[in-house]
């Protein structure tokens, strides 16, 4: 059996005496979709949080590839190719989008802390944020200041500058919340596109998006895995639907 | 002998000095998350307020009203300064309360001139209190000391016993729920640092006569009240009241000791005569808080009863 | 979505733009400082001049941290203080030829400046970058208390009140300049701070520099794009330390004098005004801040006692009504000209200039006159033949009703702007 791109083992998580995340042990197979859905205050971003290392786990683990990342710091798990978005866009506002895209680039281009070289004249850096600017449509407002976009290209950017440094397994957390429709539908497209070949893992609201997009879905309930399966399998779930009656009704079909 | 019961009272009376100013810091500070960079300045204030009430009519009377004229000019500061930088962040507030601190030390320079003034003990406390082995400690101290007491007293009364401690202590651990419970934040945030500009206030009244009152005094002070705030643990009145005594420990019984580095580790082979050997402990203790400061740092970085890492 | 004719090249900014942005602004800049010795400048003059160059480089140095990293220092004086210092041993080693500086030409002293703010900054940043915001800047005012008082203590090192003194016509010349005649020190100032200006924007362009700006706007997220946000502070730290040690390389040249005053608070308290009036948000704006307050220091102390006090209140006012500085309101100005309803934005402008002169003729007269009573030497302000004494009642109508009538004015200009924007 091949490694899991990541794996979750008999992981917890309290703050004081309030256990959020209780014993959750999970595999996600490279390249695999991977939805987490649960109704709110299931522990979804603490979750996240465990994963990408800005919280250390109360015990159990979490590997990469098969290597140990729990207690190391976020920007290190980053380099070893895990890349997260976050709930609330959480960009550079001072700076330009493509500042931003840059600064999302450099790191996988090897650029360092290094202050000897002049940033504009990069090659690489400029073909790649380029590139990740195309990838995520904002290249017709390259040059907006990042705290002037309307919502939903902040949202663009958020994921823009995740994907940027080319990390092979992609946590999105609620990309889509707040959007309307048709916003949605374009994110949709551009989180397929952009996660191409990739692990995700998305923890999302929006039960249209996540039939849509993921291979195989877990629910979250006060901390616990309560079911993890392909999504005609989850929609059958009486356990559930049970834990879903009164906050959203899943949809009775894929649209 | 009476080197150290000396050290040891003088080293409370000032713990407990600072403390008056570190407790009205640190309250701002956790509330507001403002570091008010002029507090000592309105120490210093108290003293100047005092001598001119204290002149025209007595200490007693200086005692009670200075306090209030330097808790309502905090008040006046943050209604019509403070409030409106807030929205621009904390660096700014602090950049507002270090220029005002600049502002109100070269008002004191114009009003009271640039020497010092001669703010003196009252003739009714300026006696020895008690004499042991032939030297004598002065009442005024002693009445220091009471009034500090008092002040310690009068604090946990109002955070612990009255509604509006309760909610003072509600905001100093949950700072956006307060607004949520329907209390006036605003409100509540220039009544506190009123109350903690008058705490600077009284510590400059009962403290500005026995040390200096001149223009220097803000600047002297100052960094030592931060000294203490970080060393106590930010946002911690216990850590600050700690720290104080501490400190205040630290540097009265540095002074008392005269022996120099040569002397003390000449078995290392460390000259008096060298420059390192003969720096004196007593010349240190100004560096001390400092110093302790760079410790704490490096070696406890949430302070001595700090919730969290600095 | 993206069209055809989008490149790479064509987001960037042209190089006509570059051009204009980048390289013209530094042409001019050098073009006026090899313009000023033209003119023929008095000694005084000449002397300004250099503090302006020192000043310009310190306090480009001082935003590197506070403006483009964030971190608010009470302590930056300490760099250029120990670059200094170690400059001034320098000087004592080349005027006796010993030790491995002994044949250093002195000419390209700040460099050494560099070298021992940058050791300072690393040694000190260490426990001091963790953290930015409120934290880092109270580390930072104990440290430079630490670092002061220990300047008192070892005469060695610092040589006490008398301080340490040198002189910099000692060895190697270089380009010919023996520094003897001001005017010569005059080139050696020219030339490193011109280096300093354009290595400062430079360091803004780099990786490091764009990194500096993302860690001040979100520490958080640049963990998750690989980079330890207090490393960044820490290098960024260690950077603006080099610098400020180069201008205290460049000061110990000018006063071949250094004392521990220059350490302390004091210079640290000047710097971050110089930095935050001039305007942190624009790489220019130190430079404005440093020019002008330097003038300021130097011919208002002479003009008037309590210039001290015009300049805390000046620092209190930017504070609170122009947190983008000088270069905020020149270049708000500007681009209020250039936009549309120039007249409208030139109209209201000078309505609030009306109003700020008005309210500063009170706090003139006001303060004038206190200085002059509190004296105590009979003296008073007479401006303009006219006798100002705290008894005459022109004094106080002269000041309470420009400080009225300009407080109404700025009022219902903001209100006015308010409904405005609404």
Redesign the interface.
Request: charged fraction near 5%.
């Given at each position: 059996m091949t490694t899991p791109a990541l794996s979750l083992k008999n992981l917890s998580k309290s703050f004081g005496p309030a256990k959020i995340i209780n014993d959750v042990t999970l595999d996600i197979a490279k390249g695999e979709r991977h939805a987490i859905i649960g109704p709110n205050g299931a522990g979804k971003s603490t979750l996240f949080n465990l994963i990408s290392g800005l919280y250390v786990p109360t015990s159990g683990t979490v590997s990469l590839n098969g290597t140990l990342i729990s207690g190391v710091p976020p920007h290190e798990i980053n380099r070893m190719g895990l890349s997260r978005s976050f709930q609330v866009s959480n960009i550079f506002a001072n700076m330009t989008v493509r500042e931003n895209v840059r600064c999302g680039v450099l790191h996988s281009l090897g650029q360092g802390y290094s202050f000897w070289k002049n940033i504009g004249t990069q090659k690489d850096v400029n073909a790649k944020t380029f590139e990740v600017m195309e990838h995520c449509g904002l290249l017709d407002k390259a040059n907006t200041p990042a705290a002037l976009l309307p919502y939903a290209d902040q949202r663009s950017l958020e994921i823009a500058i995740t994907i940027a440094g080319g990390a092979d397994v992609i946590l999105l957390d609620e990309p889509t919340a707040g959007m309307s429709h048709s916003e949605t539908d374009r994110a949709v497209d551009l989180i397929a596109r952009a996660t191409e070949g990739k692990t995700l893992v998305i923890v999302e609201h929006d039960m249209g998006v996540i039939f849509n997009l993921a291979d195989r879905i877990s629910v979250l309930v006060y901390g616990e895995i309560i079911a993890s399966a392909p999504p005609s399998e989850i929609r059958g779930d009486p356990k559930v639907r049970e834990a879903y009656l009164g906050d959203e009704a899943l949809p009775e079909e894929v649209v | 002998m009476e080197t150290i019961v000396f050290a040891l009272l003088n080293g409370v009376i000032y713990g407990l000095l600072l403390f008056m100013l570190s407790s009205g810091l640190t309250l701002i500070?956790s509330m507001m998350?403002v570091?008010n960079f002029a507090h000592a300045s309105f120490y210093m204030l108290g003293a100047y307020f005092a001598f001119t009430i204290s002149g025209s009519s007595s200490f007693w009377i200086a005692l009670f009203i200075a306090p209030v004229l330097v808790g309502l000019v905090g008040a006046v500061v943050e209604r019509y300064?403070l409030r409106?930088?807030h929205a621009?962040g904390?660096?700014?507030e602090?950049?507002?309360t270090?220029?005002?601190a600049?502002?109100i030390e070269?008002?004191v320079k114009?009003?009271y001139?640039k020497t010092s003034v001669d703010y003196r003990i009252p003739d009714l406390l300026d006696f020895p209190a008690f004499t042991i082995y032939g030297a004598s400690f002065p009442a005024y101290r002693i009445f220091m000391l009471f009034v500090a007491i008092g002040m310690l007293v009068g604090l946990w009364v109002l955070l612990k016993k009255t509604r509006a401690g309760l909610i003072i202590q509600a905001a100093l651990t949950h700072p956006h729920m307060v607004g949520h419970l329907g209390h006036n934040v605003p409100l509540i945030f220039m009544t506190v640092f009123g109350i903690g500009c008058a705490l600077a206030g009284l510590a400059g009244v009962i403290g500005g006569n026995i040390f200096v009152t001149d223009p220097a005094m803000a600047?002297q002070m100052g960094?030592i009240v931060?000294?203490v705030?970080?060393v106590g643990g930010?946002g911690s009145l216990e850590g600050a009241f700690l720290a104080s005594l501490l400190i205040g420990l630290l540097q009265n019984f540095a002074v008392g000791i005269s022996a120099s580095f040569g002397e003390i580790f000449g078995f290392l082979g460390l000259s008096t005569t060298s420059?390192l050997g003969s720096?004196t402990i007593s010349?240190l203790a100004?560096?001390l808080p400092?110093?302790l400061?760079?410790l704490m740092?490096?070696f406890r970085?949430r302070g001595l009863m700090g919730e969290q890492e600095? | 979505m993206s069209n055809a004719t989008t490149t790479i090249e064509s987001l960037q900014p042209s190089s006509a733009a570059k051009f204009r942005q980048r390289t013209l602004p530094i042409l001019i800049f050098a073009a006026v400082i090899f313009a000023i010795p033209m003119t023929d400048p008095s000694r005084t003059m000449y002397s300004l001049m250099h503090q302006i160059g020192i000043n310009i480089v310190f306090a480009l140095s001082y935003n590197m941290i506070l403006g483009k990293a964030g971190l608010l220092s009470f302590g930056h004086a300490v760099y250029f203080g120990l670059g200094g210092y170690f400059c001034m041993h320098v000087l004592g080693w080349i005027e006796d030829g010993v030790g491995p500086f002994g044949n250093y030409p002195v000419f390209f002293l700040p460099l050494l400046g560099f070298g021992g703010g940058a050791l300072a900054g690393a040694v000190i940043g260490w426990p001091s970058c963790r953290k930015a915001g409120t934290t880092f800047a109270m580390i930072s005012l104990g440290v430079a208390e630490l670092i002061a008082a220990a300047g008192f203590m070892f005469d060695s090192l610092f040589g006490g009140e008398e301080g340490i003194s040198g002189d910099r016509m000692n060895g190697p010349e270089m380009f010919g300049l023996s520094l003897g005649p001001i005017d010569e020190v005059y080139w050696f100032i020219a030339f490193w701070t011109v280096v300093g200006v354009i290595g400062m924007f430079a360091f803004t362009r780099t990786p490091l520099g764009k990194l500096s700006e993302a860690t001040r706007d979100n520490p958080q997220r640049v963990q998750f794009i690989g980079y330890n946000p207090q490393q960044v502070r820490y290098l960024v730290f260690i950077i603006a330390g080099g610098f400020a040690g180069m201008a205290g390389g460049m000061a110990a040249v000018n006063y071949e004098i250094f004392t521990p005053e220059s350490l302390s608070l004091i210079p640290s308290g000047f710097v971050l005004i110089m930095a935050y009036v001039g305007g942190i948000t624009y790489f220019a704006g130190p430079i404005m801040g440093a020019i002008l307050l330097t003038y300021m220091q130097s011919m208002m102390s002479d003009f008037t006692e309590a210039w001290l006090l015009y300049l805390g209140l000046m620092f209190v006012a930017i504070v609170m009504y122009a947190p983008r500085g000088i270069a905020g309101i020149v270049f708000g100005f500007v681009d209020g000209i250039r936009g549309g309803n120039a007249g409208a934005y030139f109209t209201a402008w000078i309505i609030r200039l009306v109003g700020c002169l008005l309210m500063l003729l009170g706090a003139i007269v006001l303060i004038e006159m206190s200085v002059r009573w509190s004296n105590g030497y009979g003296e008073v302000f007479e401006p303009f033949g006219l006798h100002l004494g705290h008894t005459n009642v022109l004094t106080w109508i002269l000041i309470i009703v420009p400080l009225v009538a300009g407080g109404y004015i700025l009022r219902r200009a903001s209100r006015e702007e308010e409904e405005g924007a609404a």
């Open positions: - | 500070f998350g570091l300064g409106k930088v621009n904390h660096v700014a602090l950049l507002f270090f220029g005002l600049y502002l070269e008002v114009i009003v001139g600047v960094p931060f000294v705030v970080v930010i420059e720096i010349s100004p560096m400092f110093l400061l760079v740092l490096i970085p600095l | -």
